[in-house]
């Protein structure tokens, strides 16, 4: 079930990324001993054999990544562009990611976002695409190495409380969301069609399993569009989501970025144009 209380919120933020009942901990022994960037198939198969999943839940998986690719084919560059004014400067107003983006350097200065930013756009689009490709792809692949370990990583490099680690199941939910339930509130804001239906539930679904493979628990996975929603607000209530001076800081650089890729005499302010009104509200210098 996802979390529906500021009680479960509260203990879920003192939690770090799991290898508990996730794929992120099932799949740790088959990449270990796998070749090279094993299909999607091919892991859902070692999955079922290992029992890390059920054989419903494998056909479940699969048919969810087989139709991702059409799913995924409907989105132009709006969504890659929202991605950058709008869930971008939604991330930094989550406290302890914010924080840790600063501390890691990631994004805080202009000079360091043109970088971080390929680099996300990068990781992102090879997901997607990975999922796209269906049972020959290598979305889970990608996202385990890429999103799971590298968050891995940054855990052990820099060091937070113990009691209070800054990739935590709440922060990994909330960036999880900034790119499957956020995104399509932006594009019905400018008027553009999202996925109904099966597709939708296709699109959730896929990203359910990213967010598996990232180490999330089950109660920050949602299923279905509302149930993001539900989640979606209920973390904006509660006391992890605001206003911090580093939140100001990365806004204020991704500002300067954009606005210095423009070739117009005046840049036009896409940030705030298209971005989160509630969150540039927030974190206004």
Not at 58 to 70: M, P
């Amino acid at each position: 079930m996802v979390w529906s209380t500021q009680e479960q919120l509260a203990q879920a933020r003192k939690r770090p990324q799991s290898k508990e009942g996730t794929l992120y901990g099932a799949l740790e022994p088959i990449m270990e001993a796998a070749g090279d960037e094993p299909s999607n198939g091919g892991l859902l198969d070692s999955l079922l054999q290992r029992g890390s999943l059920t054989t419903e839940t494998a056909r479940r998986h699969l048919a969810l990544i087989e139709g991702f690719g059409q799913v995924n084919s409907t989105f132009d560059e709006t969504y890659e562009i929202l991605l950058l004014v709008r869930s971008l400067p939604q991330t930094y107003a989550y406290i302890d990611g914010a924080k840790l983006l600063v501390e890691t350097r990631r994004l805080a200065e202009t000079r360091f976002v043109p970088e971080r930013l390929e680099t996300t756009d990068q990781v992102m689009d090879a997901v997607r695409k990975g999922f796209a490709d269906g049972a020959d792809g290598h979305g889970i692949a990608t996202a385990y190495e890429s999103l799971g370990v590298r968050h891995t990583t940054i855990a052990e490099t820099y060091p937070s409380p113990p009691d209070h680690p800054y990739i935590n199941q709440v922060s990994l939910a909330y960036t999880l969301l900034t790119f499957s339930y956020t995104p399509l509130l932006g594009l019905r804001a400018v008027g553009e069609d999202i996925p109904e239906g099966d597709a939708l539930l296709t699109w959730m679904g896929v990203w359910k399993i990213i967010g598996s493979v990232m180490g999330i628990e089950e109660g920050g996975l949602p299923d279905t569009f509302d149930e993001a929603r539900a989640l979606w607000d209920l973390i904006l209530a509660s006391p992890g989501y605001g206003a911090s001076p580093e939140g100001v800081q990365l806004l204020r650089a991704l500002k300067e970025h954009v606005a210095s890729n423009q070739k117009a005499e005046q840049p036009v302010d896409l940030i705030g144009e298209h971005g989160d009104a509630a969150v540039l509200a927030l974190l206004k210098s």
